[in-house]
C-alpha cells in the first residue's frame, strides 16, 4: 500500500460542522469551533445566517464575524452550513496549515490530501 509523502506536514482529518462560504476567490471553509465561542454560539451563528438573506444589518453583523477567517470578499447570500470531512495539513509546534476542505467522506478528504500536496508516493520504503 502506497502512502503519501507530505514532508514535515501531518494530514488532519476528522468529522466537523462547518460554514462554507462562498467569496470572490471561491468557496472558503471555516469550522465552527473556530467561529464558536463562550461569546458567540452555534445557535446564534445559525440565527445570523437564516436572518442574513432578508436583513442588510444582520448580514453585515455575519459579514464582521467571518471576515479575519476567509480571504475573499463574501457572497452572503451563499453562506451554507454543512458537515462533514474537514481536511488540511499541519505542521507540528507551528502554527502553519493548508486551507481547510470539507469532504463527503473521510476516504475523500484523504484522497484530496494525497493529490494535493503529497511530495512523493512511497511504497515499502521505496521512492516511486
Not at 44 to 50: E, F, K, M, P, T
Not at 62 to 77: A, F, K, Q, T, V
Not at 82 to 108: I, K, Q
Request: with cysteine; aromatic share 10%; proline share 4%.
Amino acid at each position: 500500500m502506497s502512502e503519501p509523502d507530505f514532508g514535515a506536514m501531518v494530514p488532519d482529518v476528522f468529522q466537523q460542522t462547518c460554514l462554507t462560504v462562498d467569496t470572490d476567490m471561491g468557496s472558503e471553509v471555516i469550522p465552527f469551533d473556530v467561529l464558536c465561542s463562550s461569546y458567540f454560539k452555534a445557535t446564534d451563528l445559525g440565527i445570523l445566517i437564516s436572518e442574513a438573506t432578508t436583513s442588510d444589518l444582520q448580514r453585515a453583523n455575519l459579514h464582521d464575524h467571518i471576515r479575519d477567517y476567509i480571504e475573499g470578499e463574501p457572497y452572503m447570500d451563499t453562506v451554507r452550513i454543512e458537515e462533514g470531512w474537514l481536511a488540511y495539513l499541519t505542521m507540528p509546534g507551528y502554527l502553519d496549515r493548508t486551507d481547510y476542505t470539507l469532504h463527503e467522506t473521510e476516504e475523500e478528504a484523504h484522497a484530496y490530501l494525497a493529490e494535493t500536496y503529497a511530495l512523493e508516493m512511497k511504497k515499502n520504503d521505496v521512492l516511486l
